[in-house]
């Protein structure tokens, strides 16, 4: 059976195969038609999963949406008229938009079917948006039952969710409602401290260990109700997604002293502190949470999805702080994620399908499902662009990377199979060497253009993740932050610093990932998941002695990250990177021509814009 699952028309838009309970393929459209965050219908990220799946005409048996549009079109109105006669610049912006394209997903899914080849599905059917998510973070998850936990800014109604899984069966059990959003509540302070809603959350956790949270008591006092078991009401006064287009309101700022940060301006220290603040009272909110999912289900395991569940600092706290012995987290758990779940919660809980464990693992092979390139293919292009390389065999080419990063180059990383979700895990990824106290200034300011303040995560050996980090198991998706070892510590004079300062400072042996707080976001690396890679961190560690490097997503600050081999290379002429690996190919950056002088004939197939 053929099962498409699709997400859409909010943000991050994807499409997943599942082929008779297996994944078969997953993308987001982002990756394709380099819009980043891209919420159109995903049509290249359909006809990739069909082609991956050999999927002809009349085999779609079950195309299966990812919420129910007119759910949600229901809690719009009846927000707008609960609001009124507030909100109508929001009622007159969101109207159109549903009656042009969001209430027509059927036809747009015939009409892409049609244009990938598959002709009309056997059958259309729709989740909730809660039921996605839960399917997502239990059904591919490496547990028979679990407690499963689903937390962002809302789906139809549902903000938060509880359920539990066991075998092929999920039962959902509460729910918290809109408006009161533990994702809203985030993105709120994200939009206050001047970054985009709904990309720009990471960086708001990401700031917060550089600020005190002398705000926590004020948002637990005037913006949160916080119950025992981790439910709680948002006092509306003081936000404004649901009257008007903006997340806050003139309440907030006298509150939070000041209006909104401009975007791009100088971060102050209001907004480290505001980040911090807001930082602690959702993982205290995440904390409770998970304690009341504990006594309900009995479980001595937990499973999380939606977009909360990228908060991997939360996610930290949970695995040391929380009543469960193993904590799994989907690994695309935004909206992207939703296709997969929504093509998994058909398999096992519509069609009642058995569901087989992994041997402890999960069933998501290291979310490396998107395209691939061979070597052939990538040669091919090299050649037709004229473009000069050393191709190197297995064995020798590992050595070859280990080298060039133990040399303090930087190293754009293109192999296999494209990951799934918002991180690179080694596949489309940016390498150097975490032992330099240059490396993060160097790849902010010279590689990813952003800003300078944001720590980089360290791809580490699996093996010896508890050389470097204060924790007992593995972290393959990057979802858990955890502390330096003490030892590897080194204290900062004391006295006060601005944030250029702050990150410039050496805090480890290990400096260009750990953050101001001795943190690190992890990915351990495993032998058996992605081999090549490991193979590269165990040279550098022959070298070195040092079994860790950085890894950052092959991308700069704004587009997303790379799909193909043209995307790869036109990243790495546009930035500083030293070397590109290419499958077993190597372009040296000082033999590439000048960029320039690629004229009319690339820009245009291959635009920079």
Same mark, same amino acid.
């Given at each position: 059976m053929n099962i498409?699952?699709?997400?859409?028309?909010?943000?991050?838009?994807?499409?997943?195969?599942?082929?008779?309970g297996s994944i078969t393929a997953a993308a987001q459209e982002e990756r394709f038609t380099r819009r980043k965050h891209d919420s159109g219908f995903p049509l290249n990220a359909v006809r990739y999963c069909l082609a991956a799946g050999d999927v002809g005409e009349g085999q779609v048996d079950v195309v299966v949406f990812y919420d129910k549009p007119l759910t949600k079109f229901s809690r719009i109105l009846k927000t707008s008229f609960a609001v009124a006669p507030r909100g109508l610049d929001a009622y007159l912006m969101a109207i159109p938009l549903w009656l042009r394209e969001k209430l027509w997903i059927p036809a747009d899914i015939e009409q892409a079917l049609a244009t990938a080849g598959a002709g009309k599905p056997g059958k259309l059917c729709f989740t909730e948006h809660h039921e996605s998510h839960a399917a997502g973070a239990f059904f591919p998850g490496p547990f028979e039952s679990a407690a499963v936990l689903t937390l962002d800014g809302v789906g139809e109604w549902a903000t938060s969710s509880l359920s539990r899984g066991e075998g092929n069966r999920l039962t959902m059990l509460e729910e918290l409602h809109f408006p009161h959003s533990l994702g809203l509540l985030y993105s709120a302070f994200t939009y206050h401290t001047g970054f985009r809603v709904n990309s720009g959350e990471y960086k708001l956790m990401g700031l917060a260990p550089y600020g005190r949270p002398v705000y926590a008591e004020r948002i637990r006092e005037h913006l949160v109700d916080i119950r025992s078991d981790g439910s709680f009401r948002l006092n509306m006064d003081y936000f404004g997604f649901a009257d008007s287009l903006t997340m806050t309101n003139d309440?907030?700022?006298t509150m939070f002293d000041g209006p909104p940060r401009a975007p791009e301006s100088d971060l102050t220290q209001r907004e480290m502190d505001l980040a911090r603040s807001v930082q602690v009272v959702v993982e205290e909110i995440v904390l409770l949470q998970a304690q009341y999912a504990a006594r309900v289900t009995g479980e001595k395991r937990l499973c999380l999805a939606g977009g909360v569940a990228l908060n991997c600092v939360a996610n930290g706290r949970l695995l040391r702080e929380s009543p469960f012995e193993e904590i799994w987290i989907q690994p695309a758990a935004g909206d992207a994620g939703g296709a997969l779940g929504a093509a998994l919660y058909h398999w096992h809980q519509v069609q009642d399908q058995p569901r087989a464990l992994q041997n402890g693992g999960d069933a998501m092979s290291g979310?490396?499902?998107?395209?691939?390139?061979?070597?052939?293919? *990538?040669?091919?292009?090299?050649?037709?662009?004229?473009?000069?390389?050393?191709?190197?065999?297995?064995? !020798?080419l590992e050595c070859e990377v280990a080298r060039l990063i133990d040399e303090q180059n930087v190293v754009g990383m293109f192999q296999g199979r494209m990951e799934f979700g918002p991180r690179a895990l080694g596949n489309r990824s940016i390498l150097g060497d975490a032992r330099s106290p240059k490396m993060q200034s160097v790849l902010n300011l010279k590689i990813k253009y952003r800003e300078s303040f944001r720590p980089f995560a360290p791809s580490c050996l699996e093996e010896r993740i508890g050389d470097f980090f204060d924790i007992d198991r593995p972290s393959p998706y990057m979802l858990l932050v955890a502390q330096v070892r003490p030892e590897r510590c080194l204290r900062p004079?004391?006295?006060?610093?601005? *944030?250029?300062?702050?990150?410039?400072?050496?805090?480890?042996?290990?400096?260009?990932?750990?953050?101001? !707080?001795?943190?690190a976001r992890i990915q351990s690396v495993s032998r058996e998941t992605n081999p090549r890679y490991h193979r590269i961190i165990k040279e550098f560690e022959k070298r070195t002695g040092f079994g860790i490097i950085i890894n950052t997503s092959f991308n700069v600050r704004g587009e997303p990250i790379v799909c193909t081999p043209e995307d790869a290379y036109r990243c790495f002429r546009r930035t500083e990177m030293d070397y590109l690996v290419l499958g077993n190919q190597i372009l040296d950056k000082s033999d590439q021509p000048q960029w320039a002088e690629r004229g009319e004939a690339w820009q245009e197939e291959f635009p920079l814009d």
């Open positions: 498409l699952g699709i997400s859409a028309y909010y943000h991050d838009s994807a499409a997943c195969l599942v082929q008779d309440r907030f700022s979310a490396y499902l998107g395209p691939a390139y061979d070597d052939d293919e *990538i040669t091919a292009w090299l050649d037709a662009q004229k473009l000069p390389y050393r191709r190197l065999p297995d064995g !020798d004079e004391a006295g006060e610093r601005g *944030i250029h300062e702050m990150v410039n400072q050496v805090r480890s042996d290990v400096p260009a990932i750990t953050h101001v !707080d001795h943190s």
